[in-house]
């Protein structure tokens, strides 16, 4: 209490969290990094005085019975602290759209930061060891979910982001081919991330897979991780930079215009001084968005690698963000438009070990629903582990379940109404700050 009343951080001093080591040192680091803003801390040296000096005792004792007179007249007394907190979230009456986990344990790449496949994870390797099959959505489970929702408000699905998708097939032999015509039936649009080697069970060639997927798709992402070869190839392991350039024109030049092309990428120590040239490319070859996420550090070998680690990392992403807000202002893409960034937005210094910004709201809660392979609710796209925290939701197999009891249960509505008190949520890399609500 003491604290709160006489030391603002970044006021007129700094804080840490009580008895957390990694805070404290964070603090002091940035103290050493900044000696000209310590010096004006130091001056203001008591907070509620406009000239920072401690009030004489008359002043003082003004202040203290102003205060014991809003405390005795409770009709009076507004406090004058202005809490910062996110919005309450607005529920639809149906997920607009849907992710399923169709068959996250394949891929042909085996990116650094991938929860599965990076050569860092245990999970694939455990999966080998202990002979355990891959893990594949029964196509059923897809269907039964989309005929529910699609009448109901449901526009568009995401196949596996976790995999490759376009190398599902199901016990029963069923392909993303089936998941395409699902979307013709429905009359529901397809929403794919793919890390664009078009692999290919039946030895389809990249303009077949183009002309198969363009008159469902709403929106295409691919993986991209860098500007130069070098350094994609190193953070996207198995990957061919050539092959995945020829593979992007390939299929731009199949696009229809209604489909969105993006470039997807993780923000990490590795690629941060690229991602100018990766806007640059995009623009270039005429891709409509860039979009990224920071760093879940899944492993320690990667911690390095978050930019959110320090204010140093911070500010220098920061910058980053400044020249590629620049580059997309100023150079258009081949269409006259301009190439839309998302989640490219500077961060607050002291962001690394909070949320992102106070009123930052998660863009999942309400809106959108994840179904596992299993069948399992998941209420976003948190790292699996992680994810089980926010509760248990239930299952899609399960023949008394279906989607709408879900949506609609005590257990989902109390998470969308208290997301910000779990500890998930509060450091959530997820959550949308103010400005960038909209998108
Ligand atoms: S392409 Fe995607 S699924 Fe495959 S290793 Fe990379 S991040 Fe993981
Ligand atoms: S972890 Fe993030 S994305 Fe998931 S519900 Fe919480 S705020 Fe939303």
Same mark, same amino acid.
């Given at each position: 209490?003491?604290?709160?009343?006489?030391?603002?951080?970044?006021?007129?001093?700094?804080?840490?969290?009580?008895?957390?080591?990694k805070?404290?040192?964070?603090a002091?680091?940035?103290?050493?990094?900044?000696?000209?803003?310590?010096?004006?801390l130091?001056?203001?040296?008591?907070?509620?005085?406009s000239?920072?000096e401690?009030?004489?005792?008359?002043?003082?004792?003004?202040?203290?019975?102003k205060l014991?007179?809003?405390?005795?007249?409770?009709?009076?007394?507004?406090?004058n602290?202005?809490?910062q907190?996110?919005?309450p979230?607005?529920?639809l009456?149906?997920?607009?759209?849907?992710?399923?986990?169709t068959?996250?344990?394949?891929?042909?790449?085996?990116?650094v930061?991938?929860?599965?496949?990076s050569?860092?994870?245990?999970?694939?390797?455990?999966?080998?060891?202990?002979?355990?099959?891959?893990?594949?959505?029964d196509?059923?489970?897809?269907?039964?979910?989309v005929?529910?929702?699609?009448?109901?408000?449901l526009?568009?699905?995401?196949?596996?982001t976790?995999?490759?998708? @376009?190398m599902?097939?199901?016990?029963?032999? *069923?392909?993303?081919?089936? +998941?395409i #015509?699902? &979307?013709?039936?429905q009359k529901?649009k397809l929403?794919?991330?793919?890390?664009?080697?078009?692999?290919?069970p039946?030895?389809?060639?990249?303009?077949?897979?183009?002309q198969?997927?363009?008159?469902v798709?709403s929106?295409?992402?691919?993986?991209?991780n860098s500007?130069?070869?070098?350094?994609?190839?190193?953070?996207?392991?198995n990957?061919?930079?050539?092959?995945?350039?020829?593979?992007?024109?390939?299929?731009?030049s199949?696009?229809?215009?209604?489909?969105?092309?993006?470039?997807?990428?993780?923000?990490?120590?590795?690629?941060?001084?690229e991602?100018?040239?990766?806007?640059?490319?995009?623009?270039?070859?005429?891709?409509?968005?860039?979009?990224g996420h920071?760093?879940?550090?899944h492993?320690?070998?990667?911690?390095?690698?978050n @930019?959110?680690?320090?204010?140093?990392?911070i *500010?220098?992403?920061?910058? +980053?963000? #400044?020249? &590629?807000?620049?580059?997309?202002?100023?150079?258009?893409l081949?269409?006259?438009?301009?190439?839309?960034l998302?989640?490219?937005?500077e961060?607050?210094?002291?962001s690394?070990?909070?949320?992102?910004?106070?009123?930052?709201?998660?863009?999942f809660?309400g809106?959108e629903?994840?179904?596992?392979?299993?069948?399992?609710?998941?209420?976003?796209?948190?790292?699996?582990q992680?994810?089980l925290?926010l509760?248990?939701?239930g299952?899609?197999?399960?023949?008394?379940?279906?989607?709408?009891?879900?949506?609609?249960?005590?257990?989902?509505?109390?998470?969308?109404?208290?997301?910000?008190?779990?500890?998930?949520?509060q450091?959530?890399?997820?959550?949308k700050?103010?400005?960038?609500?909209?998108s």
């Open positions: 209490m003491y604290e709160k009343m006489e030391l603002k951080d970044g006021i007129n001093g700094l804080t840490f969290e009580h008895r957390n080591s805070s404290l040192a964070q002091m680091l940035h103290a050493l990094q900044n000696p000209e803003k310590m010096e004006k130091g001056e203001r040296g008591y907070i509620y005085s000239n920072g401690v009030p004489c005792v008359n002043e003082h004792v003004d202040e203290m019975l014991y007179d809003e405390l005795t007249n409770t009709q009076s007394y507004i406090p602290k202005t809490v907190e996110p919005k979230l607005t529920s009456s149906a997920p607009w759209r849907i992710t399923f986990d068959n996250p344990d394949d891929c042909n790449f085996s990116c930061m991938c929860e599965q496949h050569e860092h994870s245990p999970h694939q390797k455990a999966r080998k060891e202990q002979k355990i099959r891959r893990r594949r959505m196509f059923e489970v897809m269907k039964k979910v005929t529910e929702a699609a009448p109901l408000g526009k568009e699905i995401i196949p596996s976790m995999g490759e998708p @376009l599902y097939r199901d016990l029963k032999g *069923r392909t993303f081919e089936d +998941i #015509q699902l &979307c013709h039936d529901i929403n794919l991330t793919t890390n664009g080697s078009f692999f290919s039946h030895g389809h060639s990249v303009e077949q897979w183009a198969a997927l363009v008159p798709l929106d295409i992402k691919f993986s991209w500007a130069t070869k070098c350094t994609q190839e190193l953070v996207m392991k990957s061919k930079f050539e092959k995945q350039l020829s593979n992007l024109k390939t299929f731009i199949i696009r229809d215009k209604i489909a969105i092309v993006t470039l997807q990428l993780t923000f990490m120590e590795i690629n941060l001084s991602i100018p040239d990766i806007v640059k490319l995009g623009i270039s070859l005429g891709v409509d968005r860039i979009k920071h760093l879940w550090a492993f320690t070998q990667i911690k390095d690698q @930019l959110r680690r320090s204010p140093d990392s *500010r220098r992403w920061n910058k +980053i963000v #400044q020249e &590629c807000q620049t580059i997309a202002q100023n150079q258009l081949p269409n006259g438009k301009q190439i839309k998302e989640n490219v937005f961060l607050s210094e002291d690394g070990t909070s949320s992102i910004h106070p009123e930052s709201t998660c863009p809660l809106k629903a994840w179904i596992n392979h299993s069948g399992r609710f998941d209420p976003c796209c948190a790292p699996d992680e994810r925290s509760g248990s939701f299952n899609i197999t399960d023949p008394n379940q279906q989607l709408m009891n879900i949506w609609n249960g005590a257990t989902y509505k109390n998470l969308v109404k208290n997301y910000s008190s779990y500890p998930l949520c450091n959530c890399n997820m959550r700050p103010p400005t960038q609500q909209h």
